[in-house]
């Protein structure tokens, strides 16, 4: 991955995450009130707050503490290090699949994330903020970033899911959950979402389903691949089905891909190279005979 320019918190912490919230709209529900200023002092507890998570500081989770004593900081706080997330993604045009990766490489990152998780239940509004009012890949962005924060987000994940938002503020929720695989609870939420009748909806619940795995997710998946349902909804449960990471599933894939390809299906066909490609981590092209093949030798070994 290239070398990308630092971000000066001196420069921009005082002020840009806010910024881009209001301009991604933060219209409707959780979140989307726009803060009366802050009192001087009060701003530069939470700028030195933020100087010092960027650098690293030894001192910086006093200063935090200190400055979430009051909530109206707390919630600039958490407003200004979401935007400069979304931002840091947006300066080196990450893909939402691609944000684990780059979380996983940049230092800015992995320290608003620090400064998002240390405020709990509180990074959840900024974050669904951004899901409701944002662009494509700003929603995604965010979304990714919320479900990696677990518990502080878990709740109002779940509520907007289950509580008749827009699809597209839905399904990136569903998506978020997708992410917190060691909860009962958002497993239940995102068994409930993919029953929805919104298409989109489910189809973003079967593909974060196969996060979880065990037996409830593996079924719901198995039976909405093998039916008889929407097409998109299948191929959804295809994604899910690779990111179970059973190899016993390969079976079901190939029958599947066999299928599309005898009704010329060619999204389908798509959906199921791309799972079994995900399950295998193998590329041999779209053909099912060459897929046989492979899977023929590879269970001789």
Known sequence: MSKRKGIDPGRTLAGLGLLLLGAAGCAGGEGSRRPEPLLPADAALVK?????????????????HRMALDDRRLEEFTRIMAGL??????????????????LAEDQALQRY?????????????????I?????????????????RLAEGT???????????????????????????????EALEALLAAAGQEDFRVAG???????????PR???????????????????????????????????????YLEEMDEKGDEPGRAAAVRALRLLTNQALGEQPLVWRRWWASHRRR
């Open 48 to 64: 030195e707050a933020g100087r010092e998570l960027m650098r690293d500081a030894p001192g910086w989770r006093a200063t935090f």
């Open 85 to 102: 997330l979304v931002r840091r993604c947006a300066q080196g045009r990450i893909h939402p699949d691609s944000f684990g990766v780059f």
């Open 113 to 129: 994330m620090r400064g998002l998780r240390a405020a709990g239940e509180a990074a959840a509004p900024p974050l669904l903020a």
């Open 131 to 147: 899901i409701r009012g944002g662009d494509s890949t700003a929603r995604l962005l965010a979304a990714e970033a919320a479900g």
């Open 154 to 184: 878990l709740g109002a994940l779940r509520r907007a899911l289950a509580g008749g938002e827009p699809s597209h503020v839905a399904a990136a929720c569903a998506r978020a959950l997708g992410w917190q695989e060691g909860s009962g």
């Open 204 to 214: 973003a619940a079967l593909a974060a389903l196969g996060r979880f795995g065990g």
């Open 217 to 255: 997710a593996r079924s719901r998946l198995l039976a909405v691949l093998e039916g008889e349902g929407d097409s998109f909804l299948r191929r959804q449960a295809a994604l899910g089905i690779a990111r179970l990471g059973e190899e016993e599933q390969v079976p079901v894939l190939l029958a």
